[in-house]
């Protein structure tokens, strides 16, 4: 299993009383792709903060690729997440002024360096050039391109250290519906190819028909029923 | 990456770094301007005479005896006869004596009666000896010796005639005009009030003064140079004297019993000690000056922490990012650190190249105007303490920022 979650309750330490998020037993078999949608309120950013290791679990197990998170330090939840676990978000993805390459380097950097340099560069050039990124924008910084390119690059950050969990949380709200198609397309190979197991969160029901498994986050969290 | 990332930070909010790299610029750039030129003013202060065990004058504060025979500062309150001087000079325990006579002056620099002695006994800075630039020292009553600054203000050369004024004011009417000097050396630049000194034998002072009496001229009376005999010429009266001991272990007893001299009441200082009252006395405004410039930087330091709490909070996606691909919250707080220490550094080369490029225009400018050699050597071992005290106070000053950015990076969600 790739992600497994027994028993989960969370509840953040400023409102000890409010349970935001509180899970029986879910979990996502290896390179499984999934589909969450529900509104907003509904515990999605707590979920995966949870998974990434970013939040503590109150209580519970919580089990990211064969790891138990609530049972690391903060320093090795931290290590974990850039090593194992890739994430997109809507915005923000990226260090605005720095280039391309330096954000993806940057990426790499946290996984504990121990790739050689020249070999992460040919690896980013590689994977900028698959996703249409042209050379001229590589110096750049960021904040230069366009949404969609960035969302892009926002790809292949969250690719350098070779994942096996990618999260994508809303990436394609800020895309036109081009763009959005692209993306998805790109994403979904990616993922394929490189055996990753992707947990996609969205409101845009539309783009279900790319996924293996589309779970409502209702039915995932029970704490947003009792409130 | 961490230096990159730091640098291309601050590069990315050039106007408001600017504005406090310039803040800290001056202030660091006001901060050592104040030590630099401290040390020096104290060293060119200290090494106006050396060498020189006693200075005696008539009874008065040790300060003023101080100030009229070696700064040229003031007046004298009253001379000392010249058989007072030969009883102490033929003491046993003096090895040398250098007499000093001042009340005239040229255009505004004094004059100095003195014998050749004084050229060959007196030292400033490291006992180093007045050496000539031109010509030698003087033998005839009419010679006069000049310091280097007034040769080079007045364009004198060797064997030009120049006419002394009665009294020190930089402009008299009372001109000794029946007697002009000529020009026979040029003293080598000391850095000491002897650059502004135009020095004369003792018999040339008493000649210019033969036809004068209670400070007037009287008129009538002319004096034939041709007939003067420089061993008549004998003063009456001299201003003060310098003393060389045979044994330094001396100067005490020498000293006291020039202050009790019993036929004339005299005032015997020890130059070292009175020139570090002297520079004590300045403490006071030497203080304030480290104090302001103090406080300079610390308002510069506390503008450099506001600018950098403020940036803050339009770097939260910023450090939200850094949290998810990995960074631990101590990244983002050294990230912040370091970004102050940049500016701090960036600020210390430019504090410094201004201090330099000021000293090394404005050197000949301090020099001329107000007597002080000013050294551009601003790498001091004091001043590389001041740099470490600065980086130190910029961490210290960076803690509120780089806290701010610890919390939110462990709140970050």
């Given amino acids: ?227 | 990456m961490f230096i990159r990332l730091a640098s291309k930070s601050l590069l990315n909010r050039k106007g408001s770094v600017l504005l406090t790299l310039m803040a800290m610029s001056v202030s660091i750039f006001v901060l050592l301007g104040v030590e630099h030129i401290r040390h020096q003013t104290k060293d060119s202060f200290n090494s106006t005479v050396s060498g020189v065990d006693l200075i005696v004058g008539a009874r008065t504060g040790s300060l003023n005896l101080l100030l009229y025979s070696v700064f040229r500062i003031g007046s004298p309150t009253n001379n000392i006869g010249w058989e007072t001087y030969q009883a102490v000079a033929s003491n046993s325990k003096v090895a040398w004596s250098v007499p000093i006579a001042l009340g005239d002056s040229h255009k505004g620099y004094r004059v100095m009666g003195t014998t050749s002695d004084y050229f060959k006994h007196f030292r400033y800075g490291q006992k180093r000896q007045l050496e000539f630039s031109a010509g030698q020292q003087f033998s005839g009553i009419f010679d006069v010796v000049l310091g280097s600054e007034v040769a080079r203000k007045l364009g004198y050369t060797l064997g030009d005639p120049l006419v002394l004024a009665h009294g020190i004011a930089k402009t008299s009417f009372s001109l000794h005009d029946d007697m002009p000097f000529k020009v026979v050396g040029i003293l080598e630049t000391t850095g000491t009030p002897v650059d502004q000194t135009l020095h004369v034998s003792l018999q040339g002072i008493e000649a210019i003064h033969l036809n004068w009496q209670q400070g007037v001229k009287l008129p009538g009376r002319r004096v034939d140079r041709e007939q003067l005999n420089p061993q008549a010429l004998e003063p009456e009266s001299i201003t003060a004297f310098m003393l060389g001991l045979s044994s330094r272990m001396a100067t005490f007893r020498v000293q006291r019993d020039i202050n009790n001299y019993a036929r004339e009441p005299l005032s015997a200082i020890l130059p070292g000690v009175a020139l570090s009252e002297l520079w004590q006395m300045m403490g006071l405004l030497e203080n304030t000056l480290r104090l302001i410039a103090g406080l300079i930087l610390i308002a510069a330091l506390l503008g450099l922490s506001a600018m950098m709490l403020a940036s803050i909070r339009e770097r939260e996606h910023e450090i939200h990012l850094l949290r998810v691909i990995g960074a631990p919250p101590l990244y983002l707080f050294l990230l912040i650190e370091l970004e102050a220490i940049l500016i701090a550094l960036t600020s210390i080369i430019l504090g410094l190249s201004g201090l330099y490029i000021c000293l090394l225009t404005a050197g000949d400018f301090l020099a001329s105007s107000f007597g002080l050699h000013i050294g551009t050597n601003i790498f001091s071992g004091d001043n590389t303490v001041f740099l470490l005290l600065i980086i130190g106070a910029t961490i210290i000053a960076a803690m509120i920022p780089s806290f701010s950015a610890y919390r939110n990076a462990k709140a970050s969600l």
Avoid at chain 1, 94 to 115: E, M, Q, V, W
């Fill in chain 1, 1 to 227: 299993m790739a992600i497994q979650l027994k028993d989960v309750h969370f509840c953040y330490p400023e409102a000890p009383n409010k349970t935001v998020l509180c899970i029986k037993n879910w979990s996502v078999p290896e390179q499984e792709h999934v589909f969450i949608h529900g509104p907003s309120g509904s515990g999605k950013s707590t979920l995966l903060n949870l998974l990434s290791g970013m939040l503590r679990a109150t209580q519970g197990e919580v089990s990211v690729l064969g790891q138990r998170l609530d049972q690391l330090s903060n320093r090795q939840r931290d290590k974990f997440r850039a090593n194992h676990i890739g994430y997109i978000f809507q915005q923000f993805n990226l260090i605005p002024y720095l280039n391309p390459i330096d954000n993806i380097r940057l990426a790499n950097r946290f996984s504990g360096g121990k790739t050689i340099a020249s070999d992460v560069d040919n690896r980013i050039e590689t994977l900028l050039a698959t996703f249409n990124i042209p050379p001229s924008e590589w110096q750049k910084p960021v904040a230069r391109l366009s949404i969609g390119q960035q969302q892009r690059i926002a790809i292949t950050r969250a690719m350098i250290n070779k994942p096996e969990l990618l999260i994508a949380d809303e990436p394609t709200s800020s895309l036109d519906p081009d763009n959005r198609d692209n993306f998805m397309t790109k994403l979904m190979s990616l993922a394929k190819e490189h055996r990753i197991t992707l947990l996609f969160v969205s409101h845009d029901m539309s783009l279900s028909h790319y996924f293996d498994r589309i779970a409502p986050l209702s039915e995932i969290n029970s704490a947003g029923a009792s409130r």
